[in-house]
């Protein structure tokens, strides 16, 4: 006896449904394919088949409504020759409707002819009925938004190098413009990666919407049964989003370079900031202490960066290091006045070197030239011989000779560093404070003394912030000279990398000296902060309702991407592990997935941010149609289920 085959026979109708499996009666009579008759010409239609072709080409620069509005603009202000001749408004209009039945009509003849859709002519979009303007104009609308980027990339780009350069020949030194083969440049590059993956996301979104959408009709039964695992991978609610975000791809045309990294440190970083928030929002972590936040990631971060300014100073990015050497030159010997022009004092960097030299040499005991003659200096140390000459005869260890040698006390250092560094830091950010705070002048006028409060505190809390970590980290330094005996901590590095971590405790009061502490009787307080963006949700929970409302997150992830990027560069200099080539790209698709599904999981609470749902919603596109198809089509399917 011979076994039944494991697939039902398809149906004999003609207009069978999409991927077989219609639950339409066997007795039904199949409808009939609509006939390739001539469509019939809708009014003001030209008659030009040149000019039509030219109308639609233009669909791939302007909208319809930018269309109209350079149209009215060149009919009052261009000669007549030129406004008669450009295309109406309504001749524009007329060309993309016929086009758009037309393609709708040919897609529904070759549906029926072929017998692999639904009878419905399901068209372009398959459950929404036949092909719409807003279909038609989809792969258009996804080029001007392509083209526009690319445009505005390249502007961009070029304009920050020509403002570079500007202000180097200010400096007086001579740049020349680099000459690069035709589309080779960086900037062409960087602006053609931008406009691809702008491009590809969205026809990839699209694709794959509709695909999900079409395998959830109930025509797809079928296909369902038949490969169970496809269909849970194709129909899931994330799998637009993760298959999207193989757009990144594009990120490969982009030069190799610090800006490709840290656009992939950036993107990793935020994915798994959004990934925090939303389980926090849904009660995955749970209630943690007040004091538990994202101000602990900054000690890890200052322990990394501050080796890689002593030990890897090219590992460093070179703008932060050039902002906390400004602010620490209590613990770098300045030119004295006096000494005399012949001399070469030592430098900034050279004073660096002898630091991480005397921690290679494990923190040795000083005695200064002024007490008595003393053996010379390791040769590696000999360009620092004019500061260790003059050192205070109190002093007594090499470290202390070379940071602070007018000063044998490290406690009076630190308070020297304090006094004379906030007052300048506390300048600095209340301008900085005030200018951001402009766009919110009316929150002033209706509460000025609460605004100007906090406006203060503010910065006061960044600055105070700013100078215990940059000169905490050299004075922690200093007082483990006293505290660890021998060579306690030399290898490695070591005593710098804790030295590092403690001074980054500092950020508690970035954190916390300016927070909004609600009260147990009332509402958190409604007024934003100066130092961050307010929050946007609360899980909701009885544990956050008391939990203070802190500031600096931007700062402390800002550290933390620096940090990444240092230690990684780090390891590579040292042999801790290999490059990979392109990985800057692998880490991009991955956060862009993580993100976007995020984002569709959890809407507002998965990506906290505004402005990086905006650019989800660029990269996505107009989804409006699909969107509503795909929650139609998600009802069908649950109520068939």
């Not at 950010?429 to 009316?442: D, G, I, Q, T």
């Amino acid at each position: 006896m011979a076994s039944p085959h494991p697939y039902p026979p398809p149906p004999p109708a003609a207009g069978g449904p999409i991927l077989s499996g219609s639950s339409v009666p066997a007795s039904a009579p199949a409808p009939t394919a609509p006939t390739a008759g001539p469509l019939p010409s809708p009014p003001h239609l030209p008659s030009s088949r040149a000019r039509q072709c030219f109308i639609l080409s233009l669909r791939y620069i302007l909208s319809p409504k930018e269309y109209a509005a350079l149209r009215k603009i060149l009919k009052f202000r261009a000669p007549s020759r030129i406004s008669n001749a450009v295309p109406s408004r309504r001749e524009f209009d007329a060309v993309i409707k016929h086009a758009a039945r037309k393609s709708s009509l040919s897609e529904d003849v070759g549906v029926g002819a072929s017998g692999d859709r639904s009878s419905g002519g399901g068209g372009a979009m398959g459950p929404g009925g036949p092909q719409d303007e807003y279909d038609f104009d989809f792969i258009p609308s996804a080029t001007r938004a392509a083209i526009r980027t690319f445009i505005l990339a390249k502007a961009g780009l070029e304009a920050w190098a020509a403002i570079g350069r500007l202000l180097q020949r200010r400096k007086g030194i001579v740049v020349r413009r680099p000459v690069y083969p035709r589309f080779h440049s960086p900037s062409t590059r960087a602006a053609l990666s931008v406009s691809l993956i702008l491009f590809l996301h969205r026809l990839l979104s699209r694709f794959l919407t509709t695909l999900r959408s079409n395998l959830l009709l109930p025509s797809a039964k079928t296909f369902r049964k038949r490969h169970p695992k496809a269909t849970r991978l194709l129909t899931s609610r994330l799998s637009p989003a993760l298959g999207a975000s193989l757009a990144g791809l594009a990120l490969a045309i982009h030069p190799e370079g610090e800006m490709r990294s840290g656009i992939a440190v950036w993107m990793v970083c935020k994915a798994l900031e959004y990934a925090w928030n939303l389980a926090e929002d849904r009660g995955v972590i749970g209630d943690r202490p007040w004091w538990f936040g994202s101000w602990l990631l900054f000690p890890l971060a200052q322990a990394q960066l501050f080796h890689a300014l002593i030990f890897d100073r090219d590992c460093f990015p070179e703008g932060p290091g050039k902002f906390i050497l400004n602010y620490s030159t209590q613990y770098i010997p300045q030119r004295p006045d006096t000494y005399p022009a012949r001399l070469r004092w030592p430098g900034t960097y050279e004073v660096l070197d002898g630091v991480a030299n005397v921690a290679n040499l494990g923190y040795p005991k000083f005695t200064s030239p002024l007490l008595s003659p003393t053996p010379p200096l390791p040769t590696s140390l000999a360009p620092l011989h004019p500061i260790t000459n003059t050192v205070h005869p109190l002093t007594t260890r090499l470290h202390c000779a070379i940071t602070h040698p007018s000063e044998p006390s490290c406690l009076t250092t630190y308070i020297h560093h304090i006094l004379h560094q906030f007052p300048r830091l506390y300048k600095f950010f209340f301008c900085l404070y005030l200018v951001a705070s402009l766009p919110r002048y009316k929150l002033f006028l209706k509460n000025p003394v609460c605004t100007s409060k906090r406006l203060l505190k503010g910065a006061a809390a960044s600055a105070a912030f700013v100078t215990g970590a940059a000169g905490g980290s050299w004075g922690v330094l200093c007082a483990m000279q006293r505290m660890l005996p021998g060579n306690v901590g030399t290898t490695g590095g070591g005593r710098v990398y804790l030295a590092g971590a403690v001074a980054g405790l500092w950020a508690f009061v970035q954190a916390y000296g300016n927070a909004t502490w609600p009260s147990p009787h009332s509402s958190p307080s409604s007024t934003p902060s100066f130092s961050s963006p307010p929050s946007s949700s609360s899980s909701g929970s009885e544990g956050t309702k008391t939990r203070p409302q802190t500031a600096g997150r931007a700062a402390f992830t800002y550290a933390s991407r620096l940090a990444l990027v240092s230690l990684w560069k780090t390891g590579v200099k040292h042999g801790w592990w290999k490059p990979v080539r392109n990985g800057d790209v692998v880490l991009f698709v991955a956060a862009l997935g993580l993100m976007s599904a995020l984002w569709e999981a959890g809407g507002e609470r998965g990506v906290s941010e505004g402005w990086v749902r905006r650019g989800l919603k660029a990269l996505k596109g107009g989804e409006r149609a699909v969107e509503e198809r795909r929650r139609e089509t998600d009802r069908e399917y649950k109520k068939e289920v």
